[in-house]
């Protein structure tokens, strides 16, 4: 099967967030629910539509992937989350970028 051109491919966007919570929690936990928050926030389909995938998650931050149209509608859902376990926490966005490579070197990468 041949893979699909470019310009034909859907376009994505990464949000870099921090998790600032009162325990740690696993990626699972996070993707668990950031997806209940926007199905809950957007209903089914909308969030269907944002295509919202974690993509990583290490030492309290990570990266979310989005269709680049549904931008403001994830960072809405992420924005509705409170609490992970039971327990209160929030996902900080970072910022937004159009690659991997760059919301990593611009958002995740340690100062120093």
Request: hydrophobic share 35%; with cysteine; net charge positive.
């Amino acid at each position: 099967m041949k893979r699909l051109l470019p310009s034909l491919r859907a376009k994505k966007r990464y949000l870099a967030f921090e998790l600032i919570s009162e325990e740690p929690a696993s990626r699972s936990d996070i993707v668990k629910e950031v997806m209940s928050s926007a199905s809950f926030l957007l209903g089914d389909i909308t969030t269907s539509d944002c295509d919202i995938k974690v993509l990583g998650f290490e030492n309290g931050k990570g990266i979310i992937q989005c269709s680049h149209t549904k931008v403001k509608e994830t960072r809405a859902s992420i924005a509705a989350l409170t609490r992970i376990n039971g327990k209160r926490a929030t996902l900080h966005v970072l910022g937004t970028s159009g690659t991997v490579k760059r919301a990593t070197e611009k958002f995740l990468q340690d100062e120093g």
